[in-house]
């Protein structure tokens, strides 16, 4: 929690405990259903919530902003980004039953009223949204075709970016950007916003406008 602190420090009491209460609640409920790598569950805040939030060091949204989490798994990034951002909304979607039930129980232990869920593939899902946030579900040459849909065509004047897409990859990315032959892509490396740390090193926030 620690880094958490230091990264988003205005954060009220309230998004300090429901984060603080994401430690626990993941951990009890990976002891039954494995959503997180169990060699990895101590390590929840950086590699999974941090690592999340990470997104809201590079775009605030306006109020009413309407996110999806495609591929959320147990609800990273969109349990985390709800909490920081209360005044958006936010739809989780993951093909996997177990892991949506695990987000939707953890979003109600601690009273996240912004999240909607869907147990489901991403193609059953028509509605449109200002951002799709993701985190390396699949590579950039596959997504993009297939959340073009989602994306709204009606942006919000208030937003500082257009909307698109928004995705958390690790590696080198070169290859991959490459091949989804656009070149409006933005690559930002994640040691930009925590220079400290070194699972951040090879991080990236990629966002591409659609």
């Known amino acids: 929690?620690?880094?958490?602190?230091?990264?988003?420090?205005?954060?009220?009491?309230?998004q300090r405990q429901q984060l603080a209460d994401l430690g626990h609640l993941y951990?009890?409920?990976?002891?039954?259903?494995?959503?997180?790598?169990?060699?990895?569950?101590?390590?929840?805040y950086i590699h999974h919530i941090l690592h999340s939030l990470a997104i809201g060091k590079f775009i605030t949204p306006?109020?009413?902003?309407?996110?999806?989490?495609?591929?959320?798994?147990?609800?990273?990034?969109?349990?985390?980004?709800?909490?920081?951002?209360?005044?958006?909304?936010f739809h989780l979607i993951d093909r996997i039953g177990k892991k949506i039930k695990v987000a939707q129980a953890v979003a109600e232990a601690i009273g996240l009223d912004n999240v909607t869920f869907q147990h489901g593939?991403?193609?059953?899902?028509?509605?449109?949204?200002?951002?799709?946030?993701?985190?390396?579900?699949?590579?950039?040459?596959?997504?993009?075709?297939l959340i073009t849909k989602n994306i709204s065509r009606s942006p919000r004047k208030d937003n500082p970016l257009p909307p698109g897409l928004i995705v958390l990859k690790g590696g080198d990315l070169s290859e991959e950007t490459a091949a989804a032959?656009?070149?409006?892509?933005?690559?930002?490396?994640?040691?930009?916003?925590?220079?400290?740390?070194?699972?951040?090193?090879?991080?990236?926030?990629?966002?591409v406008p659609l």
């Open 121 to 145: 593939d991403s193609g059953e899902c028509r509605k449109r949204f200002d951002y799709v946030v993701s985190r390396a579900v699949m590579t950039l040459g596959d997504l993009i075709p």
């Open 27 to 44: 951990a009890d409920w990976n002891s039954k259903i494995n959503v997180i790598s169990r060699k990895d569950i101590d390590n929840i």
């Open 181 to 207: 032959n656009r070149r409006d892509i933005l690559d930002v490396p994640l040691s930009d916003f925590f220079p400290n740390i070194s699972f951040f090193d090879t991080k990236h926030l990629l966002y």
């Open 1 to 14: 929690m620690d880094e958490i602190l230091k990264a988003f420090p205005l954060l009220s009491d309230r």
């Open 62 to 89: 306006c109020d009413g902003t309407e996110i999806l989490d495609l591929g959320t798994g147990g609800g990273f990034p969109g349990i985390p980004l709800a909490i920081l951002w209360p005044q958006c909304r």
